[in-house]
């Protein structure tokens, strides 16, 4: 069993950065994808972007292209999401999870962090 833990979240003026984490415990851990979504108040919620385990290509959500960047550490079975120049639309719940296999869903998600942006 897989746990996810996402850490790093809170409050930002517009055009700020934060940096969230999300640790992964359990068994070994070697996911084919790690991706981060978010989650605002009365949306659906809304892919971020991904990694992919074996050969680390990254690719985002469009509205988030430029501004944010998935990495990891290894050794410390975390991945990480950089964001800058955050908007009041970038307010949500962030959410890291994972998927054993390139095919089929998100089989693991951590319990979500709060990140808010002020105007």
């Known amino acids: 069993q897989v746990q996810l833990g996402e850490s790093g979240g809170g409050l930002v003026q517009a055009g700020g950065s934060l940096r969230l984490s999300c640790a992964a415990s359990?068994?070994?851990?070697?996911?084919?994808?790690m991706g981060w979504f978010r989650q605002a108040p009365g949306k659906e919620r809304e892919f971020i972007g991904a990694?992919?385990?074996?050969?680390?290509?990254?690719y985002y959500g469009d509205s988030v292209k430029g501004r944010f960047t998935i990495s990891r550490d290894n050794a410390k079975n975390t991945v990480y999401l950089q964001m800058n120049s955050l908007k009041p639309d970038d307010t949500a719940v962030y959410y890291c999870a994972a998927k054993m296999t390139n095919i089929g869903v998100y089989n693991y998600w951590g319990q979500g962090t709060q990140v808010t942006v002020s105007s």
């Open positions: 990694i992919v385990w074996a050969d680390d290509r990254r």
């Open positions: 359990g068994r070994t851990f070697s996911p084919a994808r």
